[in-house]
């Protein structure tokens, strides 16, 4: 194995709830990231899906420094960046970027689109002008903007458009990590095709390493060497991307992955859906145990008293980790301890598990 480009070590962070008033001193905590260790090895990606609110972008600024930690350490190539100042973090910013989920507002509107790409350069005393607006022009074209449109303002172009700004920006000094958060959700269709393709073909034009976050299983299968799945702040289950959706070990994963849609209608109508009980535990106070016992169809006393490890299953290999006391098997159906729908006798009423 060669030295991860990126590692988090028990990462841990959390943020206060404040009291309503003059004083608005904190009352409780949420916890939006708890104890998750991963690796992301060079010229990878790593995709990292889970519901709404299970602690993804929260993750994703940790890894950037946009969020101090509360515990834990981000180490970035062998050097640990947990704590280092605004000054120091200047450098290891032109090694780490990232490409935010919205990209109307990710971009000042107020600036011209040329600025904004150059700002990089700008900041880190890269070139002259000249240079730094012919560099800016050639970024425009290889993410497939006119290079004439230099002085348009971001209003003048379409949700695609701007996500490519975004990206032209991020790449501007030729970072090693770039971290995508939901960087397609907010596009049409149609645009995040366009859009994943040009991310996948910067990646091997420039050597990136990737951070792909998404709650949409199937644009993380499309991008992704590897995959980790979140659930209330933690890592439950990490995997190859072609085991995770062959050989899903946790009852969670089973569960998101019966949600994905299929195109063949047939197939769609006679497909068993598994729909979870309950509602999501608040993060305020989140279930003592295994996170996910109160909505598992196979928890056991166990599963509320001890919080499962992140450690391969029984048969697996070291690169499939699961935190489950009670891990599927090979052949196991979900659906046998819990109740299931077929996808025709799914309504809008019904509590869906999202993918």
Known sequence: MTTPLLALEHVTKTFPVRRAGVLRRPVDHVHAVVDVSLEVQPGETLGLVGETGCGKSTLARCITRLHDVDSGRVVLDGEDITHHSRARMRGVRRDVQMVFQDPYGSLN??????SIIGDPFVIHDVGTPAERKRSVQEL?????????????FPAEFSGGQRQRIGVARALALRPRLLVCDEPVSALDVSIQAQVLNLLLDLQDEFGLTCVFIS?????????????????????????????LFTRPRHPYTRALLSALPVADPDVSDSRRRIVLAGDLPTPID???GCAFHTRCPRAREDCAATVPPLDPAPGDRRDHRTACLHPLADGDDLGADHPVVADSEITATDEEVPA
């Open 109 to 114: 509107p107020r600036r011209r689109v040329g």
């Open 140 to 152: 425009m074209e290889r993410v497939g903007l006119n290079p004439e449109h230099y002085n348009r």
């Open 215 to 243: 709650h949409d299983l199937s644009v993380v299968r499309h991008v992704s060497d590897r995959i980790a799945v979140m659930y209330l702040g933690r890592v439950v289950e990490v995997a190859p991307a072609a085991e």
């Open 286 to 288: 989140p279930p003592s």
